[in-house]
């Protein structure tokens, strides 16, 4: 959960670059960082989400 919360905190910090970004290239070099990050929160959040069985 250590390693989710590093990951968050540098996705807003990734956001907030986004804001003041100047010019299209840096914009878009931030925005695919800042997808980069959000997709290694989701996969670490879904490794501790409990399963659910269900077998009918």
């Known amino acids: 959960m250590i390693m989710t919360k590093k990951l968050?905190?540098?996705y807003a910090f990734t956001l907030l670059k986004m804001k003041?970004?100047?010019g299209r290239n840096e914009y878009m070099d931030l925005a695919k960082?800042?997808?980069l990050i959000w997709h290694q929160i989701v996969s670490q959040k879904s490794k501790y989400t409990p399963r659910i069985n269900c077998r009918a």
């Open 33 to 35: 960082e800042a997808n």
């Open 20 to 22: 003041k970004a100047e």
């Open 8 to 10: 968050t905190y540098r």
